[in-house]
């Protein structure tokens, strides 16, 4: 059986090996299962993320978000700890840490702004809702700060060689997601 680290190494290879064309037209599909799916309805806040090598990019998903005038919020890292900023245009994202764009620190996400959707990169994930990210443990450092978990509704996306059958990867301190969306079908986790 694949160590965590290797399923690491594998999956980053088998996406840095995408073209820019593949990248952008299963992040589209992802981005119309992500609309069809109507995850944003419920929630007036919404967590992105800036896409770095190759991962689904959701510029398309900020752009419809923005004209249903939701509050969108993209991570900025300092040291261990990551927080979400207020950005209402992708202009105001600069080059920060680990060469991602980042937002400047003016309105941070804190459970009182209320319920969020936050969308989740990740290398890989499984039927169980982990992921396997790049091993800082930023995103489940996050999701476990909140003191009652159902405040954020976390949805990983990826292309769907990266949602893993028969494969079990999580450790003790990460933390599920509520489902993961590929740009060929969801998987939502039951409570």
Known sequence: METKKEIRSRLKKQRSLLGADECRS????????????GLDREYDNILLYSAIRNEVNTDEYF??????????????????????????????????????????MTHEYTEADGRALMIVP???FSYTGYRIGYGKGFYDRYLSSFTKRDTVMAVGVGYDFQLLGNVTFEDEYDVPLNGVITDKREVFIDD
Do not use: Q, T, W
């Open 26 to 37: 299963m992040s589209h599909e992802i981005y119309k299962r992500l609309i069809e799916s």
């Open 63 to 104: 752009a419809c978000l923005i004209n249903k005038a939701k509050r969108i919020y993209y991570p900025r890292v300092c040291g261990d700890e990551m927080s979400f900023y207020r950005v209402r245009s992708l202009d105001e994202l600069n080059c920060g840490s680990f060469n991602i764009n980042e937002p400047d």
């Open 122 to 124: 990740g290398l890989g």
